[in-house]
């Protein structure tokens, strides 16, 4: 067979009528035997094409949804031609639904739907059918897969996406202008009949609006609707499925359209003539009164300009526009004045900013209105002749110069007299006055342009009859200079010269400066003061000028520093002239001319210690010092606090040391020889009633003789303790101002005993206690004590 033959016999069977049916027929095929359907053909390659038989065919399945019956829905029918009918083969069926929205039956193959199915929650299923065999369980058809799709019916109405929609047109819009668009969906198929197919229609907003069946397009229907007349509008809008024919679903949604503004109204002034007042005093700005016309349009569409058109006070106010509040504000443009006139009178215009052109022919949109301002009188203040005034005076002119006059006068009709004076918050220095009567201003201290070239003064006019009303005016003086300054050296100049120098040598450049600004600017000459064998002053004739050297070499340790004279000198007139001394150092320097010591007693220390380190060495060891000694210093002040620190406390101070004493064997605690024997005392002995601070050589005194009397030594020895400002008391008094009743004992003194006149009785100091017997036996022994 042929090729030709073969496409004439499959174009042939192509070409005939198959039939269809709800079943689903399985042809065995049998795998292991293939037919050749197409002739050997040669090809470069050596291949054969060979066919394959299809041994699988499917179909669709069509199931009406919304199925309202009892029982289950019939689908269609699987079958194989290998089923005989004995029950042999299984049907197995797999897939979208198996087992749960579709079932088979396994011995005939029908298929049925268990629940009523909804095309819109999904409109096809796709399913897999297989037959094996029911003892081998084995495969007798390849696996086939089918569709079972879903038939619409309308079940669904169309919906809106918005419940409420908000849309806008201009006013005054012309019949047929496109409002807005609503659009509405239904569910249904839109290829299966018209149950998708939506028209819509106006339930509620005629005769204003109507709507375009097919589109759902709203738009105009009346013209020259006018938004100061009605500005919102409610339209509702129904969608009807089945091409709007009767027994069709329906939904509707409401439209809320608002008429936007355009400019369709010109403003209009609510008075023809508006009358205000100002007085005369309000300076430049005040705004004195607003007009302001009203417009029936809104935004952009409302805003107004205002302008002066005509009138005799234009050149005198002026009108702003408030563009938040749409008012013309009135202001004043120059000073006014109640002498000169009186009342004036204004043409003010308002106009719209934004006019269309489409409302032309509503007439102008502007309006005007007469607006008469009465001046009133005021007690004005005087007024000076000037703004400012700028005064100009040399430096060195004498106190109480005039520098200059300022005049002042009084505008009103009755020219009261004027008051000059000086704010004395601009001369704190009182370094100007000024004649009240005439207003002119003079030195009363020297000036000086270097310490401040300007003197900003402000003069104060009042009116004598009326000293509230005053005026002020602001006087710039500014001082010019006068060459009385010396120039000087620029800046401390630390200079050196090295040991090696060569004449000639450059060891520093000098500059100078002056105080003083003269005209043609500075021009400084240098000279020496006298001629100096070692050095020479070089002029550079640019303000500046070189030390250079005279001689060959310098030696530190006969000379270490050299004072060199320079006389700095002006051009000015008159010539100023001064004399800066240079201090020149000796040092020594390496090769290149770097310094490394400047100081013969540089040479004792080493090498790598320098100039800085020994300052900072020094420097620490003055600070050990300082703080030794502040530390000594609070050390001894701690030492001489006095018990009682204040006369004032009259409390008794006890001072506890916890130390008895030794009794009448203790020898050192009084002995009345020492006192009539100093020689006794031992020479280092120490006093034990305080600490010693230091040690004081004790001072040697006189001995007394043996019949000094006991009061005079002490006396002696007070007055030499007195001088003495290691012994206490240290110069502290303790006052006690109250001492206590007298002693029950009465006093235990042995030397007042000499002096009465008859003896005493001691007993009872022997009931006191052992710690009186001594007592008791000292002055208990009656005559034996006066024998003795």
Known sequence: MTIYQFLVLFLLWICLPHFCSPEIMFRRTPVPQKRILGARVPRSDGKILHRQKRGWMWNQFFLLEEYTGSDYQYVGKLHSDQDKGDGSLKYILSGDGAGTLFIIDEKTGDIHATRRI???????YTLRAQAINRRTLRPVEPESEFVIKIHD???????FPEEIYTASVPEMSVV????????ATDADDPSYGNSARVIYSILQGQPYFSVEPETGIIRTALPN???????QYQVVIQAKDMGGQMGGLSGTTTVNITLTDVNDNPPRFPQNTIHLRVLESSPVGTAIGSVKATDADTGKNAEVEYRIIDGDGTDMFDIITEKDTQEGIITVKKPLDYESRRLYTLKVEAENTHVDPRFYYLGPFKDTAIVKISVEDVDEAPVFSRPSY????HEDIEVGTIIGTVMARDPDSTSSPIRFSLDRHTDLDRIFNIHSGNGSLYTSKPLDRELSQWHNLTVIAAEINNPKEMTRVAVFVRILDVNDNAPQFAVFYDTFVCENARPGQLIQTISAVDKDDPLGGQKFFFSLAAVNPNFTVQDNEDNTARILTRKNGFNRHEISTYLLPVVISDNDYPIQSSTGTLTIRVCACDSQGNMQSCSAEALLLPAGLSTGALVAILLCIII???IVVLFAALKRQRKKEPLILSKEDIRDNIVSYNDEGGGEEDTQAFDIGTLRNPAAIEEKKLRRDIIPETLFIPRRTPTAPDNTDVRDFINERLKEHDLDPTAPPYDSLATYAYEGNDSIAESLSSLESGTTDGDQNYDYLREWGPRFNKLAEMYGG?????DS
């Open 390 to 393: 700028l005064l100009e005076v």
């Open 153 to 159: 019916i309308n079940d669904n109405e169309p919906t």
């Open 624 to 626: 050990l010092l300082v």
């Open 782 to 786: 009656g005559e034996s004590d006066k």
């Open 225 to 231: 609707m006018n938004r100061e007349n009605r500005e």
């Open 118 to 124: 909804d095309r819109e929650e999904k409109a096809f």
């Open 176 to 183: 047929g202008t496109s409002v807005v668009q609503v659009t």
